[in-house]
């Protein structure tokens, strides 16, 4: 893993300076395809009724659910069961579409990693949190580290924020409630966070490729799917090609792994809802229904979709991460046609000060945490290290 | 031992500091006295600050981030070997894995010198381990220690993985096409910027709102004000060339241009010496032309003086810059009118009517406004001497453009409008759609708010015989409001 990849080098930094010091290159992007497509929104109209969506999502699940419970049952339905004499049908058994079919993933020779990082929680107003955040940009653009992990770090070929770069706090409704005369000077306290998540854009765009998908506290729309921040927000770091503005929930394909993911209020909402207290747990489950984010438009809100529905999972990712979630959680699932998905529920970087990394080649996941030290820290608590 | 035993001198490292500035910062006492103190005004630091941070000496050395940390490292054995007994409190960055609820985590972390071990024993795989900061006292958090990072990188925005052990390939700017022109409009341009983006920024503003315009134009008049100090001297060689004619009011204006402060300062805001100005119109432009080229050899001392030194001189040119910026500015602006004596007589009218709706009084509004702004700015952007011009040419487009604008044109306005008609499937369906629609009542405002104020309103709606429909009226109305308005809102600012 990236640890061990790291160690293999030889230290060199607590010594005297050397004439030459080794710069590694970036490995270069080999394939990329941005899938996202059917997230993007075009004209929109709120004109159609709930009933509408979940018919068009009926029809569109119909042939895999015939498919599956055929397979299962020999028949046509897929819920199984008799109807009562009192009118009432008695469910006996049910099925779910099961994973999409899958593409294998080409193989890669060398080891590749994408970074997944969420919940920045920048403008919380907590320092802890921002001395993480620039170590992690640190290791990530090569600054920190000895050789060994700089050479590591450039084979971090992506970056992915998945979602709440600003945080809650800087959603104030102050200036609602209040009068427009004491309000008229103040600045939105976004503001000042935009400004910050762009000076950490432009230092990670400068060194590595980002995608930037937005959350549930990020200045875009509230329904799913979310569309991307606007480029004007981030002055400094657009001018660089690297930094990709990218939709809620968003699919690409990295070096022919196929990426799906979301900021994590699909999850969430689940979790709200339901009795289910893993968020990984939940993940799966999603996966098993084949669609992303079943509770919307019911109790999250989402845009209409008539005539299609791009929550439906096509085809079944090679990695599947959602963001946000209170702790790190990763587990590889297999599907009974041969697919391997890698599962990441990406924690919350402003009270966990982890991201994840993802081995592309092995499909596996390490946590990475990023901690400073403080007063209080007797034994190393912050580090996690403690007894 | 000095700066240049580092292995970094003027033939390596390039992007830093060149030796002599280094001795000038005292960095070449840097080994020889426990100089990590704060010391206002000398010494290796700047006074807030009192640790070094590896990224610290990276951006201000210009070496590579391992260097410097080699270098703090060395710094700190050779110092505990001495035994000088100065106290040097050293920070580490600890990193590795170690097994946590079934994952091999890895660890990033920045730990006091003295719970090194202790972390180094609990890790799995230790990955890597050097110097991250010295300081002279103990820190009790590492909050410090990102606000010294912060703080630097902030200086350093635009090249911020230059001494990075990774160099990415594909982090190329894009170019100007892809970038849409709004995002040049933007006001927080970093204070280091290569000169020809400023110029390229500048030739982009040219037709956009005349706020950003000023706000690049503002830097440049204070490099020009160094620009001029610096070559007082060749100014005075080049006056000896002219006319006597020229040589005269050269005296008169160039009078201004002198260091002496007290003087400057009563001439500029002195009736006498704006008269001056005035009258001499046409000696103005000669002067101007003189500028010009003065200019081309001037940019050549440019270089040399964007160092961060000049900004302590800053503070003493504060007042003359504001001299010089009008002067710059009015020059250009009597350069762009055909009827000079017109131009006069607006300028004339802008001292007294600041609150005139023209985009050109919103320039001169800004300068006695905020005299600490020049301060404040950062004094490196540079003088390119071919953009006066190309700035000047695109100037006197937008007036221009304005006035006919608002009399010729008819404006289309998208407007939403809800649409109802019967779809394939025989149902009806109401679908709101944007359309375009000619419309003249919102031309009448515009056109009302561009012309001056010394000519009536009735004579602007004279000019429009056919519109006579309560458009006119309206927009009177809204005229007199707005009028109103202004006055109302100026009530309220001077309480």
Known sequence: ?387 | MRACDWGFGPSEGGGGLDPSACSRMGLVQWRRSPLLVPQAGRGLLPHRQIQVTYKWLSYTLGVHVNQAKQMLYDYVERKRKENSGAQLHVTYLVSGSLIQNGHSCHKVAVVREDKLEAVKSKLAVTASVHVYSIQKAMLKDSGPLFNTDYDILKSNLQNCSKFSAIQCAAAVPRAPAESSSSEKLEQSDPPVSPEMQASDELTTNGHGPPVPKQSSQQPKGIMGMFASKAASKAQDANKETKTEAKEVMNASSVGPKAPGKGNVISNFFGKAAMNKLKVNLDSEQEVKEEKKVEQPPLSVTEPKLAAPVDLKKSSKKAEPVRMQQKEKKRRKQMELSDDETKETENMKKKRRRIKLPESDSSEDEVIPDSPGAYEAESPSPPPPSPSPEPVLKTEPEPPPVKGSDGENKRKRKRVLKSKTFTDEEGCMVTEKVYESESCTDSEEELKMKTSSVHRPPAMAVKKEPKEERKGPKKGTAAMGKANRQVAITGFFQRK
């Open chain 1, 1 to 387: 893993m990236f640890s061990e990849q790291a160690a293999q080098r030889a230290h060199t930094l607590l010594s005297p300076p050397s004439a030459s010091n080794a710069t590694f290159a970036r490995v270069p992007v080999v394939t990329y395809t941005n899938s996202s497509q059917p997230f993007r929104l075009g004209e929109r109209s709120f004109s159609r009724q709930y009933a509408h969506i979940y018919a068009t999502r009926l029809i569109q699940m119909r042939p895999f659910l015939v498919s599956r419970a055929q397979q299962r049952w020999g028949t046509v339905l897929a819920v199984l069961g008799s109807a009562g004499d009192d009118g009432k049908f008695l469910v006996e058994d049910h099925c779910f579409a099961g994973l999409a079919p899958q593409k294998p993933a080409c193989p890669l020779d060398t080891d590749r990693f994408v970074l997944l990082v969420s919940g920045l929680g920048l403008g919380g107003g907590g320092g802890e949190s921002l001395l993480g955040t620039q170590l992690l940009v640190d290791v990530v653009t090569g600054q920190l580290g000895d050789e060994g992990e700089q050479c590591s770090a450039a084979h971090v070929s992506r970056v992915i924020l998945a979602g709440n770069l600003l945080s809650h706090n800087t959603q104030s409704r102050d200036s609602i409630n209040k009068a427009k005369y004491l309000t008229k000077k103040t600045q939105a306290a976004s503001v000042e966070a935009v400004k910050m998540l762009d000076e950490i854009l432009l230092q990670l765009s400068a060194s590595v490729p980002v995608d930037v998908m937005p959350g549930e506290f990020d200045p875009t729309n509230y329904t799913l799917p979310q569309q991307p921040l606007h480029p004007c927000m981030f002055p400094l770091a657009t001018a660089y090609s690297t930094l990709q503005l990218v939709t809620n929930p968003y699919q690409a394909t990295i070096d022919g792994v196929r990426f799906l993911g979301t900021s994590g209020q699909n999850v969430s909402d689940i979790f709200r809802y339901s009795s289910m207290e893993d968020h990984l747990e939940i993940l799966e489950w999603t996966l098993q229904v084949r669609h992303i984010s079943p509770t919307a438009p019911d109790t999250l809100g989402c845009y209409p979709f008539y005539k299609t529905d791009p929550f439906i999972f096509p085809e079944c990712p090679h990695v599947y991460f959602c963001g946000n979630t209170p702790s790190f959680g990763s587990k590889i699932i297999q599907g009974p046609e041969d697919q391997t998905v890698l599962l990441v529920a990406v924690p919350d970087f402003s009270t966990t000060q982890t991201a994840c990394l993802v081995n592309l080649r092995s499909l596996a996941c390490q946590p990475i945490s990023f901690s400073g030290f403080g007063a209080e820290d007797e034994d190393l608590g912050g580090l996690g290290l403690g007894p």
